[in-house]
């Protein structure tokens, strides 16, 4: 593998009167990263990290690493980040990494560069100017409780809007029926509930976490994952981000009505479901070598509820539902549970369990 080669410069600035909402946090030597992955951005990268600039919270570094745009993106995070040191546009040999790998070596320069706690940003949204101030007083609190080597996630709601910004649902777990403040392991391993726009993690997951496997589906189920297994998880009902919706987002906001009848009536989403659930057993296996690997103490049943869920097309069909009622593994919607456990059901033993 090639070694990095990190061009950063400048130091943190400090600006005078912080918004009371940021006084639930002490930055007292604390570092603040976000890491924003662009690729071929250009359209609205420049109005989101405006976003970030009037948070009322501005003690923060930001790290921008392209993927090899075609358009000038990368021009246009030059420029800002000539005016303002806390952009750092992140250059090394790499080349196109995709999201995941893009994220992952993003994180991998704020593991570098010291940071406490970590944002993740996409290239195309807007942040509420009190996001950063909330999220990190929701996840210091957090740590006041549970202790700093505990890996924490703290994420919230979003707005879902279209690309001029026009309101198009004010909370997108509603709007796609999620359940984030119930959400457990069980749910997890089958059923993402976090965005990565929207969530904040401590060094700790951080650290954990790091590197991205690149077999996992997404790098915010990933730390979802981690946090729900390991650590602790806490969700923000206020929206804090507006989740623009455009025809270039490769994952975007999508009705459950939507889901179910875009599922429904096409074969092509079938088989896209079948290759995500096959993914997330590699996903799961994933994470039980991650906890094996970093030697966590992990209670048994966490531990056979993974286990179980990376190894069940190991067991006949007729015992696959059972297994998975047995270890509270599901997804969230009585609907999509049946669905989910009819296709584990109809999968093939063994040969497609890799």
């Not at 392209?66 to 546009?89: A, F």
């Not at 993974?306 to 097309?313: A, E, K, P, Q, V």
């Not at 190991?314 to 998975?324: D, E, G, Q, V």
């Not at 549970?337 to 040969?351: D, E, G, T």
Request: aromatic share 8%; charged share 25%; proline share 3%.
């Amino acid at each position: 593998m090639k070694k990095a080669r990190y061009k950063l410069s400048g130091v943190l600035t400090a600006t005078d009167g912080i918004d009371d909402t940021s006084s639930r946090f002490d930055p007292m030597g604390q570092r603040v990263a976000i890491v924003m992955a662009t690729y071929n951005g250009s359209r609205f990268v420049e109005e989101q990290i405006r976003s970030i600039q009037s948070q009322s919270f501005p003690e923060w570094l930001l790290y921008v690493r392209d993927d090899g745009s075609r358009d000038d993106t990368v021009q246009k995070v030059c420029q800002i980040e000539r005016v303002d040191d806390r952009v750092k546009l992140v250059r090394d040999d790499f080349g196109n990494q995709g999201t995941i790998g893009n994220f992952s070596t993003l994180m991998k320069v704020a593991l570098e560069e010291g940071a406490d706690y970590l944002f993740f940003s996409d290239q195309d949204d807007v942040w509420h100017p009190d996001k950063l101030a909330i999220m990190l007083g929701a996840i210091q609190k957090l740590e006041l409780v549970n202790g700093k080597p505990t890996p924490l996630l703290v994420h919230c709601d979003l707005a879902v809007v279209d690309e001029q910004l026009h309101p198009v649902a004010d909370s997108f777990v509603r709007y796609s029926r999620l359940s984030p403040t119930t959400v457990e392991l069980g749910v997890l391993l089958c059923e993402n509930q976090v965005t990565g726009c929207a969530c904040v993690i401590n060094r700790s997951l951080l650290e954990l976490a790091s590197p991205i496997p690149r077999d996992v589906l997404m790098h915010d189920w990933w730390l979802a994952l981690l946090a729900s297994s390991i650590g602790k998880i806490e969700f923000i009902s206020k929206p804090l981000v507006m989740y623009r919706q455009h025809f270039s987002n490769v994952l975007g906001a999508m009705t459950f009505g939507q889901r179910i009848r875009k599922f429904l009536f096409s074969v092509q989403q079938w088989k896209l479901q079948m290759r995500i659930i096959r993914r997330s057993f590699i996903q799961a296996a994933q994470l039980e070598e991650r906890i094996k690997e970093r030697e966590v103490a992990l209670s048994p049943i966490i531990l056979r509820q993974i286990n179980s869920y990376s190894r069940i097309l190991n067991f006949a069909s007729i015992k696959r539902a059972s297994i998975l009622r047995a270890h509270k593994i599901g997804r969230s919607v009585s609907i999509t549970r049946l669905v989910f456990n009819l296709l584990i059901m109809i999968m093939a033993r063994k040969k497609e369990a890799k």
